[in-house]
């Protein structure tokens, strides 16, 4: 408790350190400095969690009060040795407007997780994102590449640790992904009013933060729970921010500069499709504000140079490393699937007016900020070039709309900065025009107008016309009217993953079952990976086998799951090692998982006959035993009586006649059926018609008869 204790108040020092240092002879508004401070601060934890790490120092709570302490100690002695402290001031509407946005997003989140914070995630991503940081709480290591927000959620978990069991951790890890969303519409808030202080901004920013919020933040948040992605873009809204001050503030050049480094450190560190994209946005941004201030020195140089250096390096270890230099690895790595919400251009539309009118502005007067439409171009860029790919089959949609969060950030920059040149050009009524139009269309979507109408009388609208015109915010309203209780662990099933976490010392236990989130969230619990004993398509014997030669004692099942109900005969061999009735932590039933034999009552001696035959004289073919999920323990002694693998061959994956083109594709002309076995007696007709090899009262050996088997069934 009392390290937690003293986190907290040096991290509250920390930020009055970065609030309080001399920066401008002004006055500058605090809670623009106190939200991105927040960010600035992970940003420099991050960093040097990593120097501990290089130099064997655990990554805990207390090594990063080392780091904090010496910080604070550098900010304080600045102030006393200068005397004199920046001078401040705050905004009442800014605190209002963070409360009502705050409370939103907590409004969201107790929707989703009520005041208790349970367990209700959609999707599976959070609890790898959670297992990452409880590797950090619970080992002191960081991640190989991407640790970031693992190790924000980590410092959040071992702050709360105190006063939870480590079975609980998951809800000190959903208070920190609620308080970094909550961060994120602030700093969101707080960027638009960075870059423009005029009144007509000052009144549609929260209402810009709100919009950019129930986008993709939202769906991040509500349905994806890709808790890396959205701080990804925080970080990205800091580089901005940094950008900013460097153009406006040329001659607090080092404190800028110091922001934009840490945060430029904590992007090489969060998500791997944002090291090259968001690092050459700020070196192309760069670039542009040197030749517009037409004044290149040497510090300019170094500082760019430095800047090069990080991102460069940051790509060269992330290609060499993750991906072994290969250039086929790294495309099959972002051609892997995954869930995502999918609009290639229908979100986006309504932002092209307010780049149009920012570009023609700023090439017309040169006046107007230009790191924002810089590297809002530059995304569009490269968002066509991943198009490029995509089309070609070279990345999936998944990595593919990753960039979209950035397109979303920029485009609604580009409003407030179109917001502020019009006023500035005294152009308002097509600004009003423009939010007029976009408010119409909001008031059709979010009252489901067009929907509702044509569910009253079709003839409102033929069937192909569209019936919502901002689609990413009805997909989240629609998201926001599930019953989160749904995807929420059952207590039975909670209980038995809790003993797990709480009182076995295991280095590993497996979770054999077949839900995404029950196995992630087991395995985040305990803070392993055992992916490699995941069930997905894998025959039971082979997970078995590989139990054996790791040393794996104790496996984890769910009752209702359908791996357990599956292979419950085999199960049910298996000692108990805690169970009620929902769940339990089992062991094997012998010395081995594998060898079951003597502890199965009365096995068929005709069946052992036929494995036996099939390991004599058919050792050279494959020949898969073909039988129904009923026969599991079947399936596990005949593996390992006759080697032989029946994994793709599983009767159940198929119907009659797909399971004889899959036996033909796979060149098989030999199969072994049980005649007690419900896919035999099933399929007798068509079986006994095939040339018979050995038979015995258990079952028989079939060959094709013919090179192949036939299709033509009956």
Known sequence: MIISVIFVLLFLAFLMGIILVPKIDGKINMIKVAVMGIMAIFCYQSFWAFMFQLVGIPVNLKSTCISMAAAVLLLWGMIIKKKKMQRIFVRITDIAVLAVLAGIVIAVSLHMFTPYLRLSYINSDPANHFNDAMVIVKQGVLGKHIYFSAFVNAMFIEIFSPILIVSKYYKAFIFADIFMHVLEVWMCYVLMLTVSEKKIVRIFAPVFALGYFWGYPAYSYMTGGFVYWSIGVMILMLLVYALLLLERYPKNYKCNVILLLFALYANTCCNALFIPLNSAAVILALFVLAIRQKKINKKMIAGFLVVVVIAAAAVFVLFMDKWGGSFDKMITYVSKAGGMYHSVYADLIYFIPAAFIVLFYLLKKKKYPAAIPVMALFMVVCTCVMYGFLINHMMSFYYYFKIYYNLWLFGWLLCVMATDILADEKQLAGFYAYVGFI????????????????????????????????????????????????????????????????????????????????????????????????????????????????????????????????????????????????????????????????????????????????????????????????????FIIYRQKTKQKSTDCYTWNFNPKENLDNLNQLGIKYITVLYGDSYYQENQYYLDGQETVFENESGKIIKCAGDSFSTEYK
């Open 439 to 634: 408010g119409i269309l909001a008031l059709f979507t979010f009252t489901n107008y067009d929907m509702n109408m044509w569910e009253f009388d079709p003839g409102y609208n033929e069937a192909s016309v569209p019936k919502h015109f901002l689609a990413i915010y009805w997909n989240n309203l629609d998201t926001s009217q599930k019953d989160y209780g749904e995807y929420t662990i059952l207590p039975d099933l909670m209980e038995v993953m809790s003993y797990a976490a709480e009182e076995l010392d295991d280095d590993k236990i497996p979770a054999l079952v077949a839900d995404d989130r029950t196995f992630y969230w087991f395995d985040g619990m305990r803070a392993q990976n055992t992916r490699k004993y995941k069930p997905y398509n894998r025959e039971l014997m082979d997970i078995l086998v590989k139990m054996d030669k790791n040393g794996i004692t104790k496996i984890f099942v769910d009752k209702e799951d359908k791996i357990y109900q599956q292979y419950e005969n085999y199960f049910s061999l298996c000692k108990a090692v805690y169970e009620n009735e929902r769940a339990a932590i089992l062991t094997f039933p012998g010395e081995s998982w594998c060898k079951i034999l003597p502890y199965v009552n009365g096995y068929d001696e005709g069946k052992l006959e036929l494995y036996k035959y099939v390991k004599k004289h058919l050792k050279n073919e494959r020949v898969p035993l073909m039988a129904a999920k009923e026969s599991c323990l079947d």
